[in-house]
């Protein structure tokens, strides 16, 4: 398994309809992307977050699966469509057991 994991902080006018549009996207990146076996957005609940905010886990069959993920049109509109709003991204890929 390969793991793709974020936190972010975005500015203060990203509000309810900004993070309802980020959901969609990850509805369509469960729908449209082959090999993602988890994805979600969520607001990061620790004390300790440093003032990221949100994070995305991304869980994929494989590297493979997570650089075609990367590539992928809806992921590329997401990032874009994130981006207005992102003030800070901490980014971690991994593979499970290395």
């Known amino acids: 398994m ?20 980020a959901q969609g996207y990850v509805a369509r990146i469960k729908a449209e992307c082959s090999g993602v076996e988890g994805y979600f957005l969520s607001e990061n609940l620790a004390s300790r977050s440093d003032g990221l905010t949100h994070g995305i886990v991304g869980v994929f069959a494989s590297s493979v699966a997570h650089d075609a993920y990367q590539a992928s049109p809806v992921h590329q509109e997401m990032k874009a469509f994130m981006a207005t709003k992102m003030v800070r991204v901490v980014v971690l890929d991994t593979e499970q057991g290395a």
């Open 2 to 21: 390969f793991h793709h994991i974020l936190l972010m902080s975005f500015a203060p006018d990203a509000g309810p309809d900004f993070f309802a549009t």
